[in-house]
Nanobody, 120 residues
Framework: QVQLVESGGGLVQPGGSLRLSCAAS????????MRWYRQAPGKQRELVAT???????NYADSVKGRFTISRDNAKNTGHLQMNGLKPEDTAVYYC??????????????WGQGTQVTVSS
């Protein structure tokens, strides 16, 4: 059984920063691409950032220059550093990863989500 658990969400003022973490646990053989999505009330879930297993990042235009995605392969964790937060960044943020389990195939896994609220 594999689990992804996010942490680090909260309430922050505009212009502030938060660092989200995503910890994978279980019978993990290998983690492929890791992604962060977000979903605001009444809106579709959108892809925010991706990082390959080799560490190459990619970002949505709306967060370029403000957010930084990273990962620690030795610890099976991923992070999303969010700076210069805006009210429109308010959403539930989800971690997603392609994970190969020991003795099994790869599949998509999702975390439970963590709320980020940007408000004065």
């Amino acid at each position: 059984q594999v689990q992804l658990v996010e942490s680090g969400g909260g309430l922050v003022q505009p212009g502030g920063s938060l660092r989200l973490s995503c910890a994978a646990s279980g019978s993990i053989f290998r983690i492929g691409a890791m992604r962060w999505y977000r979903q605001a009330p009444g809106k579709q879930r959108e892809l925010v950032a991706t990082i390959t297993s080799g560490g190459s990042p990619n970002y949505a235009d709306s967060v370029k220059g403000r957010f930084t995605i990273s990962r620690d392969n030795a610890k099976n964790t991923g992070h999303l550093q969010m700076n210069g937060l805006k009210p429109e960044d308010t959403a539930v943020y989800y971690c997603n990863a392609v994970i190969w389990i020991v003795g099994g195939d790869a599949r998509d896994y999702w975390g439970q989500g963590t709320q980020v609220t940007v408000s004065s």
